[in-house]
Structures are given as structure tokens and as C-alpha cells.
């Protein structure tokens, strides 16, 4: 299994400001996804973080507006940056574990408000 | 890309009752996991079911992959079992990355 833990767990933002969301892993793990969760929606992938490498992002989210750090394979972080409103979402990271048959798991996640 | 549609978008049980949710999915998929989120946003890996069927207690699992859906059985619910339900698919030379059905919430009364 995977032990994820994300931080911050809640914050409310003002308009306009950026905030870094973090991630660490308790152990390695080749590729890190974040996903957000717009209220009452389902999850979107918003980019894949590879160690060592540019993140892949999903269409419709830019790395200007989502700039993602993957500096070693136990950590990243995502920067929601010039928020508005639009942007209050639950943020989730999210790692592949090889050693449990391929399952997938998710950190408690960052619940954004933007005011 | 790959469709994912879950069935039925809402559900109210009473304690004790049991339930069907229903993955329907558009194309061939080698992943395929549900979660339960629960109502303080944690998301917690049920299955990784592909195919077949497995089950973890009140729990269990099924996976047809040649006519893509894929059912989850909840038996004697509990109140702690209300939450949103999702299924999730993917193809792994795709890295890992899951498309998310727009799930199921479900509420149990006690």
C-alpha cells in the first residue's frame, strides 16, 4: 500500500493569490496524478507528474495556471496559481502502487476556498 | 476518450438493505477501481477489479470486461456506508491515469 499525505488539508484564498499544495509519498513511486473535484462533481485529472520530467497535462488545464514540482519520486506539488472562485475544488493527489496488484491511491486532499 | 456512466445517480437505503450500483464503459479497459468517498472528501480504494469478481467482506465485485460493466454490491448496509460511490477506468499504457464515472450517492438511514 501507499500512505499519501497532503498538505494543506483546508485553506481559504483570496482572489487573485496563488497557493502550493504538497504531497509526499511514503515510498517511491514513478508517476504522481492530480486530480481536482469541483463541488458536487466527480474528479478530473488535471496532470501526471513524472520524476525527472515535464508533467503531462489533460486538455483543458495549462502549466501556467497549474505549474506542478516533481523534485524526487516520494514528492510533488501543484500551485494553483491567480485564483478565483471558479478554482474552490477539493485538489487530490494521487500514486499507482506496484505492490498491491496495480491499485490506485489517493491523499485526504486539499479542500480550496477562494473568496 | 473513454465514456464512463454510473447508475443510479442518487440512492436512499434504509439500514440493513441491500444495493446494485451499476459502471457502464465505452471501450476495452485493463483498469478499472471503485472508491468510496466519504463525506469528509476521503477517497478510498474498494476494488481493483478489471475482470472477474472479488469480495471483501459486505463488499463485493464484478467485472465483465467483453460487454464493459462492471457491478458493485453493498450487502446489510450501515449508515458509514453513505458517501459518493465511483468507478474508475483506465488503460495502463496510459500510465495509470483513471476517467472517473460521475458516481453514485448514496445515503443510509438508519
Known amino acids: 500500500s501507499a500512505v499519501i499525505s497532503q498538505k494543506p488539508s483546508r485553506d481559504i484564498c483570496q482572489r487573485g493569490t496563488s497557493l502550493t499544495i504538497q504531497c509526499q509519498v511514503d515510498?517511491?513511486?514513478?508517476?504522481m496524478f492530480w486530480y481536482r473535484q469541483q463541488p458536487g462533481q466527480s474528479l478530473t485529472l488535471i496532470a501526471t507528474?513524472?520524476?525527472?520530467?515535464?508533467?503531462?497535462?489533460e486538455s483543458g488545464f495549462v502549466i501556467d495556471k497549474f505549474p506542478i514540482s516533481r523534485p524526487n519520486l516520494t514528492f510533488s506539488t501543484l500551485t494553483v496559481s491567480n485564483m478565483s472562485p471558479e478554482d474552490s475544488s477539493i485538489y487530490l493527489c494521487?500514486?499507482?502502487?506496484?505492490?498491491?496488484?496495480?491499485?490506485?491511491?489517493f491523499g485526504e486532499g486539499s479542500w480550496l476556498t477562494v473568496v | 476518450g473513454i465514456q464512463v456512466e454510473q447508475s443510479p445517480p442518487d440512492l436512499i437505503l434504509q439500514e440493513g438493505a441491500n444495493s446494485t450500483l451499476r459502471c457502464n464503459f465505452s471501450?476495452?479497459?485493463?483498469?478499472l477501481q471503485w472508491f468510496h468517498q466519504n463525506p469528509w472528501g476521503q477517497l478510498i480504494n474498494l476494488f481493483y477489479?478489471?475482470?472477474g469478481t472479488k469480495q471483501n467482506g459486505r463488499l463485493s465485485a464484478t467485472t465483465v470486461a467483453t460487454e464493459r460493466y462492471s457491478l458493485l454490491y453493498i450487502s446489510s448496509s450501515q449508515t458509514t456506508d453513505s458517501g459518493v460511490y465511483f468507478c474508475?477506468?483506465?488503460?495502463?499504457?496510459?500510465?495509470?491515469?483513471?476517467?472517473f464515472g460521475q458516481g453514485t450517492e448514496l445515503s443510509v438511514k438508519p
Open positions: 471501450d476495452s479497459v485493463n483498469n
Open positions: 494521487s500514486v499507482r502502487s506496484w505492490d498491491s496488484g496495480n491499485t490506485i491511491y
Open positions: 515510498s517511491q513511486v514513478t508517476m
Open positions: 477489479i478489471p475482470s
Open positions: 474508475a477506468v483506465g488503460v495502463w499504457n496510459q500510465g495509470g491515469k483513471l476517467i
Open positions: 507528474a513524472n520524476q525527472g520530467s515535464e508533467a503531462t497535462y
